[in-house]
């Protein structure tokens, strides 16, 4: 087929489009020349594609990029700061938190507004969201910067391609229609708070850059992000990262689940505090598991042999994920994230004991570095990462937002 | 920096030439118009690219691509059956066998030399391997074709970027040098047999075209090749997919790996065999599988209980995986393959009861289309797809093969 109709040349310019702006993001201060020979494309194509990226303030041209004394020409480009940026949302069980992110990764306006979440009816939690999503804009609004589209974050089973809510127990919702509860105003990303928590992990801190790791999070709920050559794998469904619900012992106890011996049960937070003879009454966990940290730190034998025996099971979760997928580093974020210091010994032994290739490859036990942060920070980078994956339905969106 | 350097050009040349192979290899028939449309190169660029690929046999010139009467420039280009052939090699614990595979993904000259490997030293191996090696690419001249390049399936852990045999338990190696010896002559790809049974699935039978799906296959040992979004994964090291020594039960026996539990020790073909009662004395496992066959046709109690149990067994590890990778398929290999239909009950059930998303994504539990021929097609297959990558570079190499 020649490509002769309106729809062939928009997706040339679609494809070339994204190609400009990666290769700006890749090497920022590249001249429209640098990009012409990076890509293959002809040099009046770029400079036709830099000045729509230009107008739409995705990309800056700063100051003279050689001495070539070719003026505009030669000038370098950047990712534009005050460019559109990704809404984080974050909806936990006991908040909501929302952020704003800008074209070169910064954070802005990170607002947490407590409040349980659980039990509450999916419409009314949404109204809320809703409120916070809007008071977010505003703050873009006053800086003087677009809002190019929603990332929310939920601790549940996400399809990746509806963005439907299947399943988010400790909030007790299913099947919970997020993108069209938010409005039709802005692309809407849903996915898993740990998925977006390893995004967030990925794009910023000393994760940065790193192309392989698994990060293990424990909330209320035990979930994993699986990042592989510097992306996170969703899988077909949405459905990836449910370490949880991984066998540790096929003769444990039943899981909320239905299934015997998940990891969840056995070692997540609730049955460490269980296991210390740490009473929790409810969400939030802050409170208990600071108790525990201080049991340990004074070296409370319970405690340390509860946590002891969590490593041990987390060890045993984790060297299935390593032996499978040959990662080199495992990053334990949220509740994990407070214990590392005395999970990672039982859980480094257990990796030892069980990776085959352990002796080649032994595997690093990490701690988040964005802690709290990292899932509503995440969503914001997943939200940015679309439109900048697809530079020119974004521009074309905010030409005519009617189509 | 502006690519004035002849190395700058020489890595955009190499970038667009695979990009106008990877154009004819997606949409077969496209002319030179079509690809310079599709890759935004300029027609001129494309057509220089298309006769150095159309000279190193590469690409072919079919008829008339369409009815513009434009003569060459209207012929459709199409992956060439007689370009560079790809020899797969795959070391067996009691085989060393070969094969060729064309452009187009067609297998020739497939080939198996029986022999017992284990504990013979690893250069007596290598000088027969060596001498299949060379009787392939004899196969190879007699057809009028070139070979450009060499993969090779071992069943053990390969180091990716010297492709250095780490240990093969069931061969008794450590630490084995196959590219040093095979030579220099041709680019030498080595990986673990599991990933590249993968590779083969991927690229023919009923598996091809499927994006995301575990295969996981058992001769003496078990392991598995991990498929997302196309690609047999590699992981950092070369290590993937030793699911063999996933943890299905942390109180089980000790393993030959020295942690307790693993898949391989509890559901392996041995141990599936000495819980039913079926002699094997040593390897090959092609009788006493063909043996426990005939008891599971007859309905044989033990044998039915120790297939049952294994099942069981494969299912709590590929569970694992599932809610992990969110993967649509389980694919079972080798050994697995020949038990499936008895399996695939007791693992099916399983997958249902421990796969957190299982209501909204059902596992399919297939068998191996490729059978036994899966890792040396795959191995030829790898070798070929390197070339194909990489076009420029396959180009240069012919041109001066000193270089």
């Known amino acids: 087929m020649r490509p002769t109709s309106p729809a062939g040349n928009s997706d040339v310019r679609r494809h070339n489009t994204a190609m400009v702006l990666a290769e700006v993001l890749r090497r920022p201060g590249l001249s429209r020349a640098g990009v012409a020979a990076a890509t293959g494309l002809a ?18 041209e700063s100051g003279p990029q050689s001495a070539t004394g070719r003026g505009r020409r030669g000038t370098g480009l950047v990712p534009s700061p005050t460019g559109p940026h990704g809404l984080g949302v974050e909806i936990g069980v006991d908040y909501v938190a929302t952020c704003l992110v800008d074209p070169t990764g910064g954070e802005h306006a990170h607002r947490v507004r407590p409040g349980d979440n659980r039990g509450r009816p999916p419409a009314e939690v949404l109204a809320a969201v809703n409120r916070a999503v809007r008071s977010a804009k505003a703050d ?27 399943a988010a127990p400790n909030l007790g919702w299913s099947d919970v229609d997020i993108p069209a ?41 035990v979930g994993a992000g699986v990042v592989l050559d510097g992306a996170v794998r969703r899988g077909t469904h949405g459905f990836t990262g449910e370490i949880g619900h991984v066998c540790v012992d096929p003769d444990g106890p039943v899981c909320s689940c239905g299934a015997r011996g998940c990891l969840e049960r056995m070692a997540g937070p609730a049955a460490i505090l269980a296991d210390a003879g740490v009473t929790a009454a409810s969400a939030p966990l802050d409170r208990p598991l600071a108790d525990l940290a201080g049991r340990l730190a004074a070296a409370d034998p319970a405690a340390l042999a509860a946590v002891r025996r969590a490593g041990v099971r987390l060890g045993i979760a984790l060297a299935g994920v390593v032996n499978l997928l040959d990662v080199p580093a495992v990053v334990l974020g949220g509740g994990y994230a407070r214990l590392h210091d005395w999970l990672a010994g039982p859980l480094g032994e257990e990796l030892d004991r069980r990776v085959i290739a352990a002796q080649w490859s032994p595997t690093a036990v990490l701690v988040s570095a964005l802690g709290g942060k990292a899932a509503v920070y995440g969503a914001g980078q997943a939200a940015l990462r679309e439109i900048l994956a697809d530079p020119d339905t974004y521009i074309r969106r905010v030409a005519d937002p009617a189509s």
């Open 43 to 60: 040099k009046a194509t770029v400079s036709s594609l830099v000045d729509r990226l230009v107008a739409a303030r995705l990309v800056d």
């Open 181 to 221: 509860a938010l409005g039709a105003e802005l692309p809407v990303l849903v996915d898993n708070e740990a998925n977006l928590a390893a995004v967030g992990e990925l794009a910023t801190g000393e994760l940065a850059g790193t192309r392989d790791f698994v990060l293990v999070s424990a909330e209320i709920g």
């Open 140 to 166: 873009a609004g006053r800086r003087g910067v677009a809002v190019g589209g929603l990332g929310v974050a939920v601790p549940g089973l996400v399809d990746r391609v509806s963005g439907v809510v299947r």
